[in-house]
C-alpha cells in the first residue's frame, strides 16, 4: 500500500510536470500546433488532479485520516488546491498562458512539499476531529484561489513592466521572481541532500527540556547553545558558521531557518548562473510569452482569483477554524500567532477588495496586492512555524 | 458639489445626485462627455447623504464613518497592528508568570518595549477594541449611507434611458437601424436574454434586462453579518457572560468548578497511545486522553446531585446548558500514598509493611505493622536542608521526607528515623529498625478547562449571515442590458457590478460579438 502510495506521489509530480511544459509549448508556440496543444496541456492538469486525488485516497486508507495534519500534507494539499483552482478559472476564461504560468508553480510547490517528512504520522488528540478537515481544508481551496490570483497578477506585472509601461517596477517584480527561485532553489537542495541520505544533528534545551534537531541539510546555523551529535561532513565544510538567536525557538526553528538560509544561498546561485547565461531580467525573459495577452483580462482573472477565494478563506480559515477551536481549546478565538495571521490574510483581502471597488485600485495596484497577498500566506506557512512554538505549530 | 439638479427629461432629482433618477442623464456638466460612467454606476448615482450634507458635527461624524477611505485605513491599521503583535508571543503564550522580566531576559531590548508598549497583551487592549468598534460603527453607518439610496434606485428603475446615459456605460454600440429592423432587433434581443435568464422589460422604444439583482445586497448582508459578529464580542463585557477558569481535579476527587455552582467529579482519567508508536525512539505518542466525569449541584439541604455523566475527550467537552469542561491537561502519577516496609537491622528480616495516605497525615495517627506502632512526628513534602534546618519547598510531594517514630509493643517511647524518599539517609547505628520505601500509590489528574461563552450562537449567527452575503455578492452579478431607440439609432448599453468577461460573453452569445473584446483566443 504505501508502495502505491509513492508511485501516485511521484505520478501527481510527474503529470504536473508534463502539464507544465505542454502550457508552455502552448504559450510560447506560434504556429497552429497550439490547439492540441492545449487540449494536452488541460487534460493532463485534470489528469493530474485526478491522480493526485487518488493518493489522497491511499493516505487515508494508510493513516486512517485525512491528510492535511503535517507540513508535507498541508503544502500538497495547497498544490492540489492551487490546481484545482486553475482549472476552474481555465473553464471560465480559456487562457492557456496562466497555465503557463501556474502549473510550473504547482510543481515547484510539490516539490517544496517533498522536502518535509513524508511518513505518515497518527493524531495526536487535538486533531482528532473531522472539523479540522474541514477547516484546513476549505482555507486551503481558498488559498489555492489566492495563488491563482497571484500568478494572474505577476502575469499583469509582467506585461506592463516587460511592455515598458511600468518600467520603473521593474525591480521589484524581479526581487519578486528571484524569491520565487529561492523556493525552487530550496526544494532542490533539500530532494538533493535526502537522495544522498545527508544527516546531522544537535541537541539543545527548549524551555527546560533537552531535545534532539535533526538536520536534512547541513549546518550552516546551529540551535542556540547547541552540541552536535553528528555531523556529517558535506565538502569538507562541517562545523556550523553561527549559531541561531534565543528567541527562534519553535519545533525545530533552527533545522527550518538553516533551509531558508540554503534556500536563499541556492536560489541566488540559480540566479547568477541564469544572468551570467541569459543576461537578462527574468521578466524580461518571461515577457514574450505574455505579451499576447489582454492586460484587463489579467487583471480580471486576478481579481476573480481574490473573489473565489475570498469567500472560501472566510469560510475555512475564520468560521470552521472557530468551530473547531472551540471544540478542541475551548474558545472559539485565541490570538494564536497562526489565528492571529489567518484574521491579518483576511483583512488584508478585505482591503483590497474595498480598494479595488471603491478607490479604483485595478491594474497594477491591485496586481500588486495580489502578490502581496499571497506573500502573506506564505510568510503564514513558513515564516510562523520558524519562529514560533504556537499550538499550531505542528505544521 | 452638483447645484443644478434638473434634469433636461424635465425630472426634479434631490440635491447630490449623479446620474438623473428618471433618465439616467449625468447632472454634473463638467463630466467630459466621453467618460465612461463605471464610477457613477457604483450606487446608481443616488444622492447620499455623505456626500450631501456636510457641515454640522453631525454630518461630520457620519461622513467620517461612511468613508471608505477611512474604513480601509482602519482595516490596516488593524492588520498591521495585529501582525507586530505576533513579533514575540503574547503574554498568555510564555512559559513564564513574570512577563516584567521575561520579555527582556529572553528576547533583550526589544521584548522590553514589546512589553512596555503593552504589546503583549494587545488582543484585549481597550485601543485594539477601540479599533474594531470603530470598524463596527463604520460598518453600520456605512452600510446605511449607501444601502437606502441603493434599495431606492433598484427598486424604481425606469426601462427607458437617455440615450447619453447608455452610450457612456463600459459596454455599448450604437447602430443605424429602419424602423422595422428596430423592433425585429429588440423582440429578438428580448427573446434571446431571457433564455439567458434575464428578466426582460419593454417599453415602446426601449428594454431594459436584468438579472442577478439580489447580488447587489450581499456586500450589505456580508456587513449585517460582520455587525452581528461584532455585537457578540462587545456582549463578553457584560457579567457573567463569558467565564474562563482552570480546574485540577484527581481521580476520585470532587471539587467545586470555580466561579459556578457546579461541582465535578473525576471518575477516572487515562491516557492512551498509539501501539505502533509505543517503541520507537521519539517515544510514544498519545492517542487519547480521557476522563469520566460526574456534574453535581448542591441542593438545598447542601447534598450533591448528579446533574450528568460523561467521558470528556479532547475535542468532545462536557457541555450543561452551555458550561463546558474540556480536557485540557494531564497529569500521570501524582503522589497520593507510600508504603513503608520495616526492616530489622540484624536479621534483615521484613517485620510488616504499613501505608501513608499524604493527603491525610496527623500526628497522632498511628500505623500498625507487624506488632510495631508508627507515628509520624514530622513530614516535610518537598524535602531540602537550608541553613542546616530541614524544610519543605512547597507543599507538593515533590521529595517526600518523614521523621518516624517507631515503637516497640508494649513500650511508650520508640526510636526516631529519618526517610527521604530518593535518598539513603544514614540513621544512627543504635536504631534496630531500617524503615524502607515499599512501593507509591500514584493517581491521574486532569486539567479542564471551565469555560461559558453565551456569545457563540450569535457569533455563529453573523458568520452564517455573513458567509451567506459573501456567497450572494461574489458568485453572483447584477447584470443588466438598456437598450433604445431614437432617431433610427439602436443604443445598446451594458453594467455589470463585476466580472465584465461573462457579460461580454453573454452578448456576444445573443448576437452582439463587436461587444466582445478580442482574447487570445479570438
Ligand atoms: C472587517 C471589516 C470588513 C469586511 C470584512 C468587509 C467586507 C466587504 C466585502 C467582502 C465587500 C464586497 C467587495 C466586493 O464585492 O468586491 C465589501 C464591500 C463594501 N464595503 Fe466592506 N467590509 C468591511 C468593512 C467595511 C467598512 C468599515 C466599511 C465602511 C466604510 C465598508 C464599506 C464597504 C462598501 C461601501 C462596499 C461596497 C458595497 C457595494 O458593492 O455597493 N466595509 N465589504
Redo the contacts between chains.
Sequence with gaps: MTAIMNNLLYGTFIIYLLAAIAFVVVATDVKKRSKIWGNIAITLSIAGVVIHIAFMISRIVIGGHFPTSNMFEFIAFLCFALVLAFIVIFAIYRTYVLGAFVMPFAVVLLAYAAVFPRDVQPLIPALQSHWLYIHVTTAALGQGAFAVSFVAGLIYLIYKVGNGEKSSHGKYLETTLVIIVMMLGFSIASLFFQAIGYKASFTHEIDGNQVVEEYQLPPIVAPHESKAVTVESFLGFKDPLLEVPAWMKGENAASKFNSVIWGIVVGLVLYAIYLLIVRKNLYQLLYPLVKKLDPELLDEISYRGVAIGYPLFTLGALIFAMIWANEAWGRPWGWDPKETWAFITWMFYSAYLHLRLSRGWVGMKSSWLAVGGFVIIMLNLIVINLVISGLHSYA | MIENTKCECGHNNPIGTVLCEHCGRPLDETTNSNDKLD?EM?YEGKARRSLTYQKSIIDQVWNFFSS??I??IL??I??IM??I??I???E??I?SSSPDTYYEE??GTL?KWFHQLGLSTM?SSWWFATLLSMIGISLVICSLDRVIPLYRALKNQKVSKSTVFIERQRISVTEEVSQEEASFKMDELANKLSKKRYHVRKEKDALLAEKGRFSRWGPYINHIGLIIFLVGILLRYLPGWNL?DYVWVQEGQTVRVPQTQYYVKNEGSTVEY?K??EKSQKGP?????QTKAVLYKKDSNGKLVPLMNKSI?????LDFEGL?L???DFRAGDLTGIQFAIIDRKSKKNLGEFSVDLSNITANHIYRAGGLRVKIKDYFPDFAIENNVPVTKSQDPNQPAFLFETIDEGKEKGENSLVISGMDFPNPESNKYNIQLAGFETVNTAGL?V?I?KS?PI?LIG?VV??LG??MG??WQHRRVWVRVQDGKLHIGAHTN?????IRRELSQVGFSRLV?????K
Design positions: 464610477k457604483r471608505v477611505k474604513a480601509i482595516i490596516i488593524t492588520f495585529s501582525a503583535g505576533t514575540f508571543p503574547q498568555q503564550f512559559p529572553t528576547y521584548g488582543y474562563d498509539y505502533e508508536t505518542i498519545v492517542s487519547k486522553y475527550l479532547v475535542n468532545d467537552p463546558k474540556y480536557q485540557s478547562m469555560r461563552e457563540l457569533y458568520g455573513s458567509m459573501l456567497v461574489f458568485y463585476k466580472n465584465w468577461f461573462a473584446k478580442e482574447t487570445e483566443e
